[in-house]
């Protein structure tokens, strides 16, 4: 019986704890990103677009990023 109660205030402890564990954690600084959203220039288009949402082609070794599957597609055709 003892053991239940321990263990009952010590859920009870945690629960109050919870939000003052989460406020003390988003006060704390965020780590930047490991990946900053760079620009890269679509070869056909001419066009600037987000690196991690870029339809990304490797051709020959080198890496060559394209705003849409069809302009990669040209890129490949001629
Ligand atoms: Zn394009």
Redesign the pocket.
Same mark, same amino acid.
């Given at each position: 019986m003892r053991l239940l109660s321990i263990v009952l205030w010590m859920a009870v402890a945690i629960v109050l704890l919870l939000p003052l564990v989460r406020r003390l954690l988003s006060r704390a600084p965020r780590p930047p990103r490991s990946l900053p959203d760079e620009l890269v220039k679509?070869p056909? %288009?001419q066009?600037y677009i987000v690196k991690s949402r870029a339809v990304r082609r490797t051709n020959a070794g080198q890496v060559r990023y394209?705003?849409?599957e069809e %302009?990669a597609r040209l890129d490949a055709g001629g």
């Open positions: 679509d056909v %288009c066009t394209f705003c849409s %302009c």
